[in-house]
Protein backbone atom coordinates (compact mmCIF):
# COMPACT_ATOMS: atom_id res chain seq x y z
CA UNK A 1 0.00 0.00 0.00
CA UNK A 2 0.77 3.57 -0.65
CA UNK A 3 -0.39 6.70 1.25
CA UNK A 4 -0.63 9.90 -0.20
CA UNK A 5 -0.85 12.79 1.63
CA UNK A 6 -1.57 16.42 0.13
CA UNK A 7 -0.91 20.05 1.10
CA UNK A 8 -0.40 23.65 -0.22
CA UNK A 9 -3.95 24.69 -1.12
CA UNK A 10 -5.24 27.42 -0.59
CA UNK A 11 -7.05 30.87 -1.85
CA UNK A 12 -5.20 33.08 -3.88
CA UNK A 13 -6.04 36.07 -6.67
CA UNK A 14 -5.96 35.23 -10.18
CA UNK A 15 -2.13 35.68 -12.07
CA UNK A 16 -1.10 34.04 -8.39
CA UNK A 17 0.69 31.27 -7.52
CA UNK A 18 0.87 28.10 -5.46
CA UNK A 19 2.95 25.08 -4.62
CA UNK A 20 0.82 21.68 -3.67
CA UNK A 21 2.66 18.66 -2.40
CA UNK A 22 2.29 15.15 -2.06
CA UNK A 23 3.98 13.37 0.28
CA UNK A 24 3.90 9.48 -0.15
CA UNK A 25 4.56 6.82 2.12
CA UNK A 26 4.82 2.81 2.00
CA UNK A 27 5.51 1.15 -0.45
CA UNK A 28 7.04 3.75 -2.43
CA UNK A 29 9.61 1.64 -4.55
CA UNK A 30 6.28 0.26 -6.14
CA UNK A 31 5.61 3.63 -8.00
CA UNK A 32 6.50 4.03 -11.85
CA UNK A 33 4.16 7.71 -12.11
CA UNK A 34 2.79 9.98 -10.15
CA UNK A 35 0.21 12.71 -11.14
CA UNK A 36 -2.48 15.68 -10.66
CA UNK A 37 -5.76 15.42 -10.95
CA UNK A 38 -8.69 18.18 -10.26
CA UNK A 39 -12.40 17.84 -9.59
CA UNK A 40 -14.34 21.05 -9.90
CA UNK A 41 -18.12 20.86 -8.10
CA UNK A 42 -20.42 18.98 -10.79
CA UNK A 43 -17.55 18.27 -13.51
CA UNK A 44 -15.00 15.27 -14.18
CA UNK A 45 -11.98 14.24 -12.63
CA UNK A 46 -9.27 15.86 -15.07
CA UNK A 47 -5.97 15.24 -15.55
CA UNK A 48 -3.57 18.21 -15.03
CA UNK A 49 -0.06 16.70 -14.72
CA UNK A 50 2.49 13.38 -14.45
CA UNK A 51 5.80 12.16 -14.01
CA UNK A 52 7.70 9.42 -14.07
CA UNK A 53 9.22 8.27 -10.76
CA UNK A 54 12.12 7.02 -13.09
CA UNK A 55 14.03 9.15 -15.46
CA UNK A 56 11.18 11.99 -14.54
CA UNK A 57 9.65 12.29 -17.77
CA UNK A 58 6.61 15.23 -17.25
CA UNK A 59 2.97 14.84 -19.10
CA UNK A 60 0.42 18.30 -18.73
CA UNK A 61 -2.73 19.21 -19.77
CA UNK A 62 -2.65 21.49 -22.56
CA UNK A 63 -4.85 23.93 -20.20
CA UNK A 64 -2.01 23.93 -18.23
CA UNK A 65 1.17 23.85 -20.01
CA UNK A 66 3.51 26.37 -19.25
CA UNK A 67 1.97 27.67 -16.48
CA UNK A 68 2.18 24.09 -14.38
CA UNK A 69 5.31 22.63 -13.82
CA UNK A 70 5.48 19.11 -12.29
CA UNK A 71 8.33 18.30 -10.10
CA UNK A 72 9.60 15.04 -8.22
CA UNK A 73 12.38 15.03 -5.12
CA UNK A 74 12.66 11.05 -4.85
CA UNK A 75 14.74 11.15 -1.85
CA UNK A 76 11.71 12.71 0.18
CA UNK A 77 9.42 10.84 -1.87
CA UNK A 78 7.47 13.85 -2.60
CA UNK A 79 5.95 15.42 -6.12
CA UNK A 80 5.25 18.98 -6.25
CA UNK A 81 3.27 20.77 -8.83
CA UNK A 82 3.90 24.71 -9.18
CA UNK A 83 1.37 26.75 -10.32
CA UNK A 84 1.71 29.81 -12.06
CA UNK A 85 -0.53 32.30 -13.72
CA UNK A 86 -3.51 30.90 -11.98
CA UNK A 87 -6.80 31.63 -13.68
CA UNK A 88 -10.22 31.28 -11.94
CA UNK A 89 -11.03 28.06 -13.77
CA UNK A 90 -8.50 26.44 -12.32
CA UNK A 91 -10.53 26.12 -8.84
CA UNK A 92 -10.87 22.91 -8.11
CA UNK A 93 -9.73 20.31 -5.66
CA UNK A 94 -6.32 18.80 -6.47
CA UNK A 95 -5.62 15.20 -5.92
CA UNK A 96 -2.55 13.66 -5.65
CA UNK A 97 -2.33 10.18 -7.24
CA UNK A 98 0.21 7.10 -7.71
CA UNK A 99 0.33 4.63 -10.21
CA UNK A 100 1.84 1.27 -9.56
CA UNK A 101 1.89 0.13 -13.10
CA UNK A 102 3.95 0.89 -16.05
CA UNK A 103 2.81 2.37 -19.22
CA UNK A 104 4.23 3.71 -22.26
CA UNK A 105 2.18 6.50 -23.00
CA UNK A 106 1.17 10.01 -20.14
CA UNK A 107 -0.62 8.72 -17.46
CA UNK A 108 -3.34 10.83 -17.86
CA UNK A 109 -6.07 9.08 -17.26
CA UNK A 110 -7.02 7.96 -13.76
CA UNK A 111 -8.08 4.65 -13.77
CA UNK A 112 -3.81 3.90 -14.58
CA UNK A 113 -3.41 4.85 -10.94
CA UNK A 114 -3.92 2.68 -8.29
CA UNK A 115 -3.46 5.13 -5.17
CA UNK A 116 -5.16 8.58 -3.99
CA UNK A 117 -4.89 10.89 -1.65
CA UNK A 118 -7.35 13.00 0.03
CA UNK A 119 -7.20 16.02 -2.21
CA UNK A 120 -6.63 19.65 -1.25
CA UNK A 121 -8.73 22.98 -2.19
CA UNK A 122 -7.29 25.50 -4.59
CA UNK A 123 -9.46 28.29 -5.08
CA UNK A 124 -8.51 31.46 -7.38
CA UNK A 125 -10.27 34.77 -7.46
CA UNK A 126 -11.12 37.04 -9.82
Known amino acids: QVQLVESGGGLVQAGGSLRLSCAAS????????MGWFRQAPGKEREFVAA????????YYADSVKGRFTISRDNAKNTVYLHMNSLKPEDTAVYLC???????????????????WGQGTQVTVSS
Open 97 to 115: AASRRYYSSSYDWPTAYDY
Open 26 to 33: GRTFSIYA
Open 51 to 58: IRWSGGNT
